[in-house]
């Protein structure tokens, strides 16, 4: 049966689009560095002890990139879902998965109680959670760009961006916490499932306002929610789709080297605490919210490529410090989300614009997960594993990669803008 929409449109203002937006950002990478941080925290002693620490968090790492695997099969599969319950079934649905894959996370015993039950299930509810991530994609991001003034389409493109050192600060702030007051054993048997179930009640709070204005006329004008068929998709938006997944690679490479890898090798091969690990970034969270603003004034005073040229050819500076985190992580960490702040302000808007009308909504949604998937899914895993084989020295090499895709979908950017000018 056929659920329409409510034929009474409201209106926003760009306040609270914008307050929205941050809302719902900063709710998914809480929830999302939740995750994260109990994979190199607390799954590999919990769901991988009967392996070495090294093997049970490389092992952990991959778990983790199971959700952006499913990402891109949740996206097309809400397509579908949209069409039967509209945009905001699909959002409720899909937040619905998301709550319950996270909670249930909580709530699963570890393996010396149900025995290889207990990884596979976590490896379950993973994928679960991508499907909710996937699903969940609701375009707010396209809908406050569309309606940025001409002079200040930096700042506006860099408000969703806020979102990911806010929800991370989040997430560490709650692990600063539990690890600081409890004891090792209180931690692992029971600590951490606090914060995944402080991700449902943060999740049903910001569902209201996503709902909210999904049901408002906010930047509709421009058409930029509206879903195309997959196949006319690609064959029509190809290589925008793999410019916009290239572009943010070193930024979202970078995201996850400077967040989780750090806990995991800290925990592997240092005696540093991981309350000091943790409060350093949080400091460096603090540092990227600045940033990441900065890069917002920086790309309306010049341009969103000059903002993604400097932020990334500057991590080749960031892979000289690696080497810090053995003995004074500060500089690495620090100086990691500084220079995280400018790449990731200015990643998702460089290129959406290159769209069709018709295509920016589906286009933007497929680049984003692939690019977390080059980019970011297997970051820790990759990085862990160099480390293990050749040295801390050799986890900089996946930062470098992503640098260098990142540079060269830069050029293609800058070659493609000549020729349409050639030919304009």
């Given at each position: 049966m056929q659920t329409h929409q409510p034929a009474t449109v409201q209106s926003a203002t760009i306040d609270e689009v914008v307050t929205t937006v941050i809302m719902a950002r900063v709710t998914d990478y809480f929830g999302f560095f939740v995750y994260a941080i109990a994979s190199a925290l607390v799954f590999p002693t919990l769901f991988f002890p009967m392996v070495d620490p090294v093997t049970g968090t490389l092992l952990s790492f991959a778990v983790f990139s199971l959700a952006f695997l499913a990402r891109p099969l949740a996206a097309f599969a809400g397509q579908a879902v949209q069409r039967k319950i509209g945009k905001t079934g699909r959002l409720i649905l899909a937040l619905m998965i998301l709550g319950t894959s996270t909670v249930a996370i909580g709530l699963l015993p570890g393996y010396e109680k149900i025995g290889w039950a207990a990884p596979i299930a976590l490896a379950g509810l993973r994928f679960t959670q991508g499907i909710g991530l996937g699903g969940a994609w609701d375009g707010i991001t396209l809908q406050l760009q569309s309606a940025a003034p001409a002079h200040r389409r930096g700042l506006y493109a860099m408000v969703p961006q806020l979102g990911g050192p806010i929800g991370?600060?989040?997430?560490?702030?709650?692990?600063?916490?539990?690890?600081?007051?409890?004891?090792?054993?209180?931690?692992?048997?029971?600590?951490?499932?606090f914060a995944f179930f402080a991700v449902m009640a943060v999740n049903v709070v910001a569902l209201f306002a996503r709902v909210r204005l999904l049901s408002t006329d906010f930047g509709a004008s421009e058409g930029s929610i509206q879903s195309a068929p997959i196949v006319e998709l690609i064959k029509t938006q190809g290589r925008p789709i793999l410019a916009s997944a290239f572009i943010p690679l070193a930024s979202y490479a970078l995201f996850h080297m400077v967040t989780v890898f750090p806990l995991g090798y800290a925990i592997l091969y240092t005696e540093q605490p991981i309350a000091e690990i943790l409060l350093l970034q949080l400091l460096g969270g603090a540092l990227a919210v600045c940033t990441v603003i900065l890069s917002g004034v920086l790309a309306d005073r010049y341009n969103k490529r000059f903002v993604m040229w400097i932020s990334t050819l500057s991590i080749i500076g960031l892979c000289l410090t690696i080497g810090t985190l053995e003995t004074y992580p500060a500089i690495y960490i620090l100086l990691g989300f500084t220079l995280l702040g400018l790449t990731y302000g200015q990643a998702?808007?460089?290129?959406?614009?290159?769209?069709?009308?018709?295509?920016?909504?589906?286009?933007?949604?497929?680049?984003?997960?692939?690019?977390?998937?080059?980019?970011?899914?297997?970051?820790?895993?990759?990085?862990?594993?160099?480390?293990?084989?050749?040295?801390?020295?050799?986890?900089s090499l996946y930062l470098l990669s992503g640098v260098l895709v990142t540079s060269i979908a830069l050029l293609y950017l800058e070659k493609s803008k000549r020729s349409q000018h050639a030919h304009g």
């Open positions: 991370f600060c989040v997430a560490a702030s709650i692990f600063y916490v539990l690890t600081g007051f409890l004891t090792a054993d209180e931690f692992i048997n029971y600590g951490w499932r998702s808007a460089i290129v959406p614009n290159r769209y069709e009308a018709e295509y920016r909504y589906s286009g933007a949604a497929l680049s984003t997960n692939l690019s977390w998937i080059f980019g970011a899914a297997f970051a820790p895993l990759v990085g862990l594993s160099l480390t293990v084989h050749f040295g801390l020295w050799a986890a």
